[in-house]
Each structure stands twice: as structure tokens, then as C-alpha cells.
């Protein structure tokens, strides 16, 4: 059973950076393909960005290209959500994310496609 911890949000104005950290424990995470999410208020969970377990290939939502980038740190079972040029519409609850199945080549935007879930982190862009 993998535990994510997330860590890293809080307030900041527009234009602005944070870089949010997930912390994994209780399983592999080397093998791992890893995701965010966000859920801005009154809306549904919304895909991110993700990043195959080797740190190779990476996927993102056309909203955030270019100001957001994800990475990891396998030695330290960490995975980074580095957040440039912050946006109000950027405001919402963070979430890293896991999936079971290991080694694996495709990336998922879709929520279902993962099995393991932090409890989230609030990210708010003031205006």
C-alpha cells in the first residue's frame, strides 16, 4: 500500500511560484508512473500533469505548459509539481496521485487510471 503525503501550497499572487512536493511511502515508487490533479472550487477533479516512473516522458494539461513542470526524485521518493506564472484559475485543492501497475509506458489523464491518492494540498492565487 503506497501513502502519498503533499505538501507545498498556500497563497500567493498572481504571477507568482510555488513548488508543491509528494512524498511517497509504504511501497515502490521508483516504478511508479505518478500524476496531479486539481480540483478547483465547485468543480470536478481535473488532470495536471504526469510523469512516467523513469522521469523520461511527461504529460501536461495545455493550461499549464510552459509554467508548470513536474519531476521527480526516486532516491528520495518524491515527486515535484513546480508552479511558475500562477494564475487565479490555477486556485484548487492539489492532489499527487499513484498507479498500481508498474513500469509502465503510457500516461493517464483520467482520475480512475490511478489507485493511490494524497489527501491533497490548497493552492490560492489572489488576483
Known amino acids: 500500500q503506497v501513502q502519498l503525503v503533499e505538501s507545498g501550497g498556500g497563497l500567493v499572487q498572481a504571477g507568482g511560484s510555488l513548488r508543491l512536493s509528494c512524498a511517497a511511502s509504504g511501497g515502490t515508487f521508483k516504478d511508479r508512473n505518478m500524476g496531479w490533479f486539481r480540483q478547483p472550487p465547485g468543480k470536478e477533479r481535473e488532470f495536471v500533469a504526469a510523469?512516467?516512473?523513469?522521469?523520461?516522458?511527461?504529460y501536461y494539461r495545455d493550461s499549464v505548459k510552459g509554467r508548470f513542470a513536474i519531476s521527480r526524485d526516486n532516491a528520495e521518493n518524491t515527486v515535484y509539481l513546480q508552479m511558475n506564472s500562477l494564475k487565479p484559475e490555477d486556485t484548487a485543492v492539489y492532489y499527487c496521485?499513484?498507479?498500481?501497475?508498474?513500469?509502465?509506458?503510457?500516461?493517464?489523464?483520467?482520475?480512475?487510471?490511478?489507485?493511490?491518492w494524497g489527501q491533497g494540498t490548497q493552492v490560492t492565487v489572489s488576483s
Open positions: 510523469i512516467t516512473w523513469s522521469g523520461g516522458s511527461t
Open positions: 496521485a499513484a498507479r498500481a501497475s508498474t513500469y509502465g509506458s503510457r500516461l493517464y489523464v483520467d482520475p480512475e487510471r490511478y489507485d493511490y
